[in-house]
């Protein structure tokens, strides 16, 4: 049984990765998450630091 959206046992989320990995992190999240329709939003890094995003692409590791 899933619970539905909304149920109180809800815990939010944040990765920070590069573009090309999103796909392989939507498909595990959504075999994996209890609910039917999970929430998965994706949000652009547009502006930052070349130190952080050095390391993003460093930890994200190859696709």
Known sequence: ???APGSGHDADATLRTVQSRVPEIIARAKHTHPYVVPSIITM???DTTPDYRAWIIEQSGPA
């Open 1 to 3: 049984m899933t619970e």
């Open 44 to 46: 652009p890094i547009n």
